[in-house]
């Protein structure tokens, strides 16, 4: 279990969402740079661990 909020994971739909506040967008996993890529609503990239539930 993380202990960086309650981000749950990205599908392979190509979306992620947060398990504690319901929180979606889009998301892949970058092959060449070996890391997970995520967006948040508004579309602005962040990294996994600085997702902050609004719960």
């Known amino acids: 279990m993380s ?3 309650g981000f749950t994971g990205i599908s392979l739909a190509g979306t992620w969402e947060c398990g504690s ?3 979606t967008g889009d998301g892949w996993y970058d092959a060449e ?22 719960a």
């Open 3 to 5: 202990s960086s909020g």
């Open 21 to 23: 506040c319901g929180a």
């Open 33 to 54: 740079d070996g890391e997970l890529v995520l967006h948040d609503e508004n579309g602005q990239s962040f990294e996994p661990a600085d997702h902050v539930c609004e």
